[in-house]
């Protein structure tokens, strides 16, 4: 469903991010993608969200593959893939609802479902109450939330979060990582990047993956 074959990712002046990184993630997986700053996370999340592309090697998502994919046609993975981040990315002086309602209007969906189905993405992420609040007068943890929900507005199959909980102090931490459980459970693979190994410890049914100055020095659990 996602494999990284052999990349790497080197950046003019910077070297390699990157070094002959090599795994699979596999329908409705779990897995915490850590290592220290600079190891390499983002890179390695931005590379399967197809933002990028690895100066050799191979990423393959749902059958498409980094190599054979004209950039025009980039828009059919990104819009399998659902992605939060740390600083939640939301729109700012918006509510809750707008945000989410964007970008299913992005989609496509038709305008009648909009409204409904933003309703049913914040419900699902325990946010039905807030729906009409503006983004920047709820808390951190809602904020990502909400950010959440709009990133399912895809329907994605996986979601890739980069340090998504960076941002939040320890209940809405463990609220965010719940919630990723949560979607999980109902089939959705998740790759979270974070370099709290507290957290990860947490979570021993998790499969874990750890980068190390570019390189893949563990996995828990290779498919
Ligand atoms: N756009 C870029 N241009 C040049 N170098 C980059 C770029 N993005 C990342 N790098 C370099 O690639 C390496 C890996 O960066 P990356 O952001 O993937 O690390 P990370 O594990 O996400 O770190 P952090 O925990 O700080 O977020 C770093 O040396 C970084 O400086
Ligand atoms: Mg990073």
Redesign the pocket.
Known sequence: MIKLSNVSKE?PK?GF?LRDVSFQIQKGEFAFLM??????????LRLIHMADRPTSGEVRVTGYSSDKMPDREIWKVRRRVGCVFQDFRLLPGRSAQENVSFALEVTGAPRKTIQPRAQRLLSQVGLAPKAGALVHEISGGEQQRVAVARALANDPFVLLAD?PTGNLDDRATRGIVELFWDLNARGMAVLM?T?DLELVRRYPNARVLE?DQ?RLVFDSNPT
Do not use: M, N, V
Not at 38 to 43: A, D, L, Q, V
């Open positions: 950046y910077r991010a290592g220290h700053s600079g190891s390499g996370k983002s890179t390695t340090e990047a370099h980068l570019g």
